[in-house]
């Protein structure tokens, strides 16, 4: 029998332990995976003790997750070269701020075929300005391939076994079914693909899409406007993936990572809350995020600026009339009835997925 | 100069009457269009005054919209033939179950070269127990083609001049700008595709999946449960409509009446409301449908039946999960919890988009 799996989770926030549960499950019950699944633990003292013991001893990561019990085969570790070092799967759930150092950490010291899974929501801003995917840093930093988990798949529903959907974006043919396995549960349905820069991107687009849902909430613009907004991101996505992301799959819009999330971060995401608020108060957004939404997921302004960035790059900013008009509102170029004016006039023919996507 | 286009207006309810100030303020800034525009209305007995004079007087109708004011150019009638007889277009906008006994009154009456719109949200039972849609019933009753205009357009927000869009669903190719023009406004987009079928079962599909989404929000399943519905919801959408309307455009999903309706109803929708008083009370429907949405748009439950039906003479209740069991939990056949099920097992390679619309 060939060698059994290694698998290291490395974080210990809401999502890491939520998933931590799946993973751990899964792989005691697979004959392909090594039972014991190490996670790499930022250590803190908690009253008097150490947060890695307390997970050792009781199962419970006390910080993140007080009422949520880990399967006995997860064992958190402070250091995460102990904790990855034999590694066949490497699956990462930090925030993307602390990817770039961790990754720096374990270079050279992972196994050379190993196989990275990001669960991280949010990108890194590239040396160029641009948006850098989680997993094209960790592919760049770590040298080994990186595939990746997202979705509609808020924490505390995945861990009360609400029922929820996750896309994989795989870049191994092989993994396709191993990473499957690895994450799946009766209540957590997930569907892998190969298009995998796809996945990630339609994640992090949402970020303005749900932003723009929040301005036209905070101008009680009502559901019309919304869907309006809603409607136009989607389309602006599929083009943005045209233009950066070529040769994606117009399927990988219906995935979770697409349809579900945008539809879901447009009613009920921070994003959509922060943007109210700022039509809302009138106080500045740096203000208003540090308030409102403490925390390391990139927002709908920051992601705003990356795409916008990008556009101009290529001179393309008023191809993508909805991206533009957020990210010129955030900076107080446009006055906030651009959001209508945008929507009114924007051209409609160079929408048409049909265009795009040749059928 | 040609002759110019003359325009009527079949109903005189909230829609219709939201409608008709575009119709009128566009024929009267049209060199295309007789500036006169008859409107058909049922008539009553308003404090002792029949409703058409008051319309014609006021130019508002007491009834549906006190508080709006119409066109000059539009004139009420209480007979549809005086109505309709003179018309290059009609636009119907009357409840879906009087569509059959007024085409029957018009049968001859209207000119031969006249083009009707449906502006009719719904459809009417065929003889065969499926689902017939409202322009297929006039082009069937009157001998004319006939185009639909719907989309995410609720009347007290168009009326409210917030924006909003629509798509026309045109069945001639020389009317496309003509139906455009008569109905766009500054707040209102209207986009014109030639999809009819598409858009008019897409606006009618949505009723069983606002349901489905209510249903999860009565048994309070959370955001990611809701957004599972939906994503399914779409795919079953995309497929049904490659078997019952083949030869339909992807991009069509991508308009006002796909997207944008479907959202919408699954947050704001009356099916919503009726889904989850369904489950918080556990009443039964019928009574539940008469107290909550009194009126004449047809419901969730009944399009689910009518889908059901349609499904069944082709063997396809399997391939439809969410349909079937929206279906089934309306009928007592599932329990609640089946909806939940149905996301999890459903299979998934039947609804790939790719598979129905290859790229």
Chains 1, 2 share one sequence.
């Not at 004959?31 to 947060?51: D, T």
């Not at 890194?124 to 595939?147: A, F, N, T, V, Y």
């Not at 994989?168 to 994450?183: A, N």
């Not at 549960?185 to 298009?195: A, G, I, L, M, P």
Request: glycine content about 6%.
């Amino acid at each position: 029998m060939a060698d059994r799996l290694n698998v290291c989770i490395i974080g210990s926030g809401n999502w890491a332990t939520t998933i931590a549960r799946n993973v751990g499950n899964n792989v005691a019950n697979s004959q392909l995976m090594e039972p014991k699944v190490n996670m790499y633990v930022y250590e803190e003292i908690i009253e008097g003790r150490k947060l890695t013991e307390i997970i050792n001893s009781t199962h419970i990561n006390v910080k993140y997750m007080p009422d949520f019990v880990l399967p006995m085969n997860i064992v958190a570790y402070d250091d995460v070269v102990t904790t990855a070092r034999d590694a066949d799967i490497l699956i990462f759930a930090i925030p993307p701020t602390f990817v770039n150092s961790c990754c720096k950490t374990l270079l050279g010291k992972v196994k050379p075929l190993a196989h990275a899974v990001s669960l991280i929501k949010g990108f890194e801003r590239g040396d160029d300005g641009q948006i850098l995917l989680i997993s094209h840093l960790i592919m760049r930093q770590l040298k080994i391939p990186c595939s990746v988990l997202v979705g509609c798949n808020l924490a505390h529903e995945v861990s009360n076994n609400n029922f929820a959907e996750g896309t994989i974006g795989c870049r191994d043919q092989k993994y396709m079914r191993i990473l499957q396995d690895l994450f799946k549960s009766n209540t957590f349905r997930v569907v892998v693909t190969d298009d995998a820069d796809c996945v990630e991107i339609c994640s992090t687009l949402r970020n303005i899409i749900a932003f723009g849902a929040g301005l036209a909430d905070g101008m009680e613009l009502n559901e019309n406007t919304k869907a309006g907004v809603i409607r136009r991101g989607f389309l602006e996505t599929l083009q943005f993936v045209d233009v950066f992301y070529p040769g994606s799959r117009l399927a990988t819009f219906f995935e979770s990572c697409g349809l579900s999330d945008l539809v879901t971060s447009c009613y009920a995401n921070r994003n959509r809350k922060l943007a109210e608020a700022f039509v809302k108060t009138g106080q500045p957004l740096n203000e208003l995020e540090s308030l409102l939404v403490p925390g390391h997921e990139p927002l709908g302004p920051v992601t705003a600026e990356l795409v916008h960035i990008m556009l101009k790059k290529k001179g393309l900013e008023e191809k993508f009339p909805l991206f533009t008009a957020v990210f010129r509102i955030c900076t107080g170029v446009y006055p906030l009835s651009r959001l209508v004016e945008t929507l009114r006039y924007a051209r409609e023919d160079i929408y048409h997925p049909n265009h795009i996507f040749p059928l």
